[in-house]
Nanobody, 115 residues
Framework: VQLVESGGGLVQAGGSLRLSCAASGMTFSINAMGWYRQAPGKQRELVARITSGGGSTNYADSVKGRFTISRDNAKNTMYLQMNNLKPEDTAVYYC?????????WGKGTRVTVSS
């Protein structure tokens, strides 16, 4: 299983970014997936999750109304649209999938939001 995140960068507060997670080595369309983030000095936290078909999503309270998770099963890719970014969103963002009780992670993409 390989997960590759992209789309991070430096953005001013109030700006937007779209993260992508390209997956391979797995049957993408049958697995729920999630985005997590880890800020400096903090534990990794769940940002958003999406079911296999994309019909159900859930979000951390801190990002509700600003972030949108989605997926394109035909492209084996998951997305995280991030709007109205805040400095506290600064973190490394990771995508995650759990297969047979084993968690797989990408290497992450860094998001820095300046005030």
């Amino acid at each position: 299983v390989q997960l590759v995140e992209s789309g991070g960068g430096l953005v001013q507060a109030g700006g937007s970014l779209r993260l992508s997670c390209a997956a391979s080595g797995m049957t993408f369309s049958i697995n729920a997936m999630g985005w997590y983030r880890q800020a400096p000095g903090k534990q990794r936290e769940l940002v958003a999750r999406i079911t296999s078909g994309g019909g159900s999503t859930n979000y951390a309270d801190s990002v509700k109304g600003r972030f949108t998770i989605s997926r394109d099963n035909a492209k084996n890719t998951m997305y995280l649209q991030m709007n109205n970014l805040k400095p506290e969103d600064t973190a490394v963002y990771y995508c995650n999938v759990v297969l047979s009780s084993i968690g797989y992670w990408g290497k992450g993409t860094r998001v820095t939001v300046s005030s």
